[in-house]
C-alpha cells in the first residue's frame, strides 16, 4: 500500500520543488548558516493563528550540540538529502545511543498536541499500578466536546493499564485527565500537570511546558522535537510501555453497575501496521498544532526514533512523513552524528550542564528492547526515491490565544 502513497507523494514534490541543498553540521564551535529545510508542497488549508512562544534561551537552543542550534537543517556531512516533508520541525535520533542523526529547527517551538501524552506517560508510568482499579469522575470527563475520547464512563471502574491503553492506542483525553489526576493526588489533575513540567525539566526538555495532560491546546503549552525525543527514548526503555505501544487492540471492559457493555478499541498509529519492525508511537492533531507524530523502529540492529510536529495530512500523513524520515535514518552510517539526546539530570534549567558537560559524546545508552526486528507486515517497502529541494523556512507569529477561544475550535489532541 505504500508504494502507490508515495509514487504520488513523489510526483507532487516534484512540481513543487526545485534541486537539492547539501546542509551539514557546522565544526565544532562555529555556527554554519541556516539552511533552508527540503520542504514538501501541502495544498493550503485554513489555519489557527498560533500562539506566540517564549523568547528562545541561546543556552537551551545548544543542548545536545551547537549544531542543533539553528532554525533551518542540520545533517551530516556527504550524507543523501533528507525527504521532504511538510513538517515545520522534525527529528531523528538513535534510542540507545543518543546520537542525533539529523533535523530540521531542533529547538524551535511548536505545539504538541496529543503526542504530549507520551510526557504524561513517562511521568505516570513508573508511579502507578497498572492493576489498581481506578473509578471515573465527572471532573475526568471535562473535556473539548469532539475532541478525542475512549469512551470512558463517568463512575465506571478500570484497571490502570486499561486506562493507559485507552490513553496510547485511541488518545482518550479524558483518559490523560484520570492519570493525570492519580499522578497528582490531593491537587487532582493540576498536580499531575505540574509532575509532568518535573519530569519535562529532569529529562532536559527545557523547551516543553505542558499546560493540560492531554495535548488540547493551552496557553503557554509548547515543546520541540529535540524535547520529544528525549521524551520518547524514557518512554521507549520502559517495557511496559513498548507493550502498550505495540497493541493492537484492546477490550474496555463491560460496566454492569451502569448497564454498560464493553467494546473493542484499535491502535491508531498505522506505523505498526505498515512498517517493518515498527515500535509504535504516537499520533496528535489540534488546529494549532497541526498533525504531530513520535514513531519508532528497530533495523539491522539500530533503533531510531522520529518527532515530527506542524505537518499537513497531503501529500502524506504524519505517520507516512515519519515512515521516510526513518528510512532516512537507517541509511546513515553508524557514526552519523550532529548532537546527541542528553541524559536525565544532566541538564540545567538555563541549558549549562548540570552533571556533565551539554556537547561531547554520545550519553550512556538505555537499555534496549530484546525483541529482534518484528516480522515485516506486507504493504510497505523499507524506501522510496527520495525529492527534495530548497525552500525558505517560514516563521508564523501571532497573538495568545484564550480559553473562550479553544472551545470555538476545533481539536482533537
Not at 528510512?327 to 552533571?355: I, M, Q, Y
Not at 525558505?392 to 477561544?405: D, K, S, Y
Request: hydrophobic share 45%; with cysteine; net charge positive.
Amino acid at each position: 500500500m505504500r508504494a502507490p502513497v508515495l509514487a504520488a507523494a513523489a510526483a507532487v514534490l516534484l512540481a513543487g520543488v526545485g534541486t537539492a541543498v547539501p546542509a551539514r553540521a557546522a565544526p565544532a564551535g562555529r555556527a554554519a548558516a541556516t539552511v533552508p529545510c527540503p520542504r514538501a508542497v501541502a495544498p493550503k488549508v485554513p489555519r489557527s493563528a498560533k500562539p506566540t512562544p517564549p523568547p528562545s534561551v541561546p543556552g537551551q537552543q545548544a543542548v545536545g550540540g551547537v549544531a542543533l542550534a539553528t532554525p533551518g537543517l542540520v545533517v551530516p556531512a556527504g550524507v543523501p538529502a533528507p525527504p521532504a516533508v511538510t513538517a515545520t520541525s522534525w527529528l531523528v535520533a538513535d534510542l540507545d545511543t543518543g546520537t542525533v542523526l539529523g533535523g530540521c529547527g531542533p529547538h524551535e517551538y511548536a505545539t504538541p498536541a496529543s503526542v504530549q501524552k507520551l510526557l504524561l506517560t513517562a511521568t505516570a508510568l513508573p508511579r502507578l499500578d497498572p492493576k489498581q482499579v481506578v473509578t471515573v469522575t465527572h471532573a475526568d470527563l471535562d473535556i473539548a466536546p469532539g475532541s478525542s475520547a475512549v469512551g470512558l464512563l463517568e463512575g465506571g471502574r478500570y484497571t490502570v493499564e486499561t486506562v493507559f491503553l485507552g490513553l496510547l492506542l485511541q488518545s482518550g483525553n479524558e483518559a490523560a485527565n484520570v492519570l493525570a489526576r492519580l499522578v497528582g493526588g490531593a491537587d487532582g489533575a493540576a498536580g499531575g500537570v505540574r509532575a509532568m513540567n518535573a519530569e519535562a525539566a529532569r529529562l532536559g526538555a527545557l523547551q516543553t511546558h505542558a499546560v493540560t495532560p492531554s495535548g488540547l491546546d493551552g496557553p503557554g503549552q509548547f515543546t520541540s522535537v529535540y524535547d520529544l525525543a528525549l521524551i520518547a527514548r524514557v518512554c521507549f526503555a520502559d517495557p511496559t510501555f513498548r507493550r502498550y505501544a505495540l497493541t493492537e487492540s484492546t477490550r474496555i471492559p463491560a460496566q454492569p453497575a451502569l448497564r454498560e457493555k464493553g467494546f473493542q478499541i484499535q491502535n491508531e498509529n498505522q506505523l505498526i501496521y505498515r512498517y517493518p519492525g515498527a515500535l509504535g508511537g504516537k499520533t496528535g492533531f489540534t488546529d494549532y498544532a497541526r498533525h504531530t507524530y513520535v514513531g519508532a523502529a528497530q533495523r539491522g540492529g539500530r533503533r531510531l526514533v522520529v518527532t515530527l510536529v506542524g505537518a499537513e495530512p497531503s501529500p502524506m500523513r504524519g505517520w507516512e512523513q515519519g515512515a521516510t524520515l526513518l528510512d532516512w535514518g537507517f541509511s546513515l552510517p553508524r557514526d552519523a552524528s550532529v548532537g546527541r539526546l542528553v541524559s536525565p539530570g544532566e541538564t540545567a534549567a538555563n541549558g549549562s550542564p548540570s552533571a556533565s558537560e551539554a556537547v561531547g559524546p554520545a550519553a550512556t545508552p538505555e537499555p534496549r528492547a530484546v525483541a529482534a526486528d518484528r516480522v515485516a507486515r506486507p504493504g510497505l517497502t523499507a524506501s522510496w526515491p527520495v525529492v527534495v529541494g530548497a525552500a525558505a523556512a517560514a516563521v508564523v507569529v501571532a497573538a495568545l490565544f484564550t480559553t473562550a477561544l479553544l472551545r470555538r475550535r476545533r481539536h482533537r489532541a
